[in-house]
């Protein structure tokens, strides 16, 4: 079919249309609107339960593959100890208490000092604001 064929025929159906009685085009394309309409609310309810059925899927692969990563990773190995010899390990344990304990006080040194620095600014303001 060529070009002008189909131009042909397009012309003849829209002079067809003006001898459509009055408003049935109108009802005819509000017709087909609704279906139209009811069609995406048959394939919306099609997708929701596609997505329910795929979700549920999903829901139990993970569950399986949670529970046989957890089974093969797991191969009854307790932990060891990084230490074979006791006092060595209580050094070890005495050296980062130490540690902690020297980071903790150099903290608590600060934060004295930034509220001795607070109490003098606030003693500052209380002076300009109350004169």
């Given at each position: 079919?060529?070009?002008?064929?189909?131009d042909?025929?397009?012309?003849?159906?829209?002079?067809?249309?003006?001898?459509?009685?009055?408003?049935?085009?109108?009802?005819?394309?509000?017709?087909?609107?609704?279906?139209?309409?009811?069609?995406?609310?048959?394939a919306?309810?099609?997708?929701?339960?596609?997505?329910?059925?795929?979700?549920?899927?999903?829901?139990?692969?993970?569950?399986?593959?949670?529970?046989?990563?957890?089974?093969?990773?797991?191969?009854?190995?307790?932990p060891?100890?990084?230490?074979?010899?006791?006092?060595?390990?209580?050094?070890?344990?005495?050296?980062?208490?130490?540690?902690?304990?020297?980071?903790?006080?150099?903290?608590?040194?600060?934060?004295?000092?930034?509220?001795?620095?607070?109490?003098?600014?606030?003693?500052?303001?209380?002076?300009?604001?109350?004169?």
């Amino acid at each position: 079919m060529s070009e002008q064929e189909i131009d042909e025929i397009i012309d003849r159906a829209l002079r067809d249309e003006a001898r459509l009685p009055g408003g049935l085009g109108e009802r005819i394309a509000s017709h087909i609107d609704e279906l139209a309409a009811a069609d995406c609310k048959v394939a919306s309810a099609r997708r929701k339960w596609w997505h329910g059925r795929f979700a549920m899927a999903a829901s139990l692969l993970l569950a399986v593959a949670m529970g046989l990563g957890l089974y093969f990773s797991y191969g009854g190995n307790e932990p060891k100890d990084t230490f074979d010899d006791p006092v060595e390990a209580e050094l070890a344990a005495g050296r980062a208490l130490a540690l902690v304990s020297q980071n903790l006080n150099k903290g608590f040194g600060e934060m004295r000092q930034a509220g001795q620095e607070i109490t003098k600014v606030n003693e500052v303001l209380n002076k300009r604001l109350n004169y």
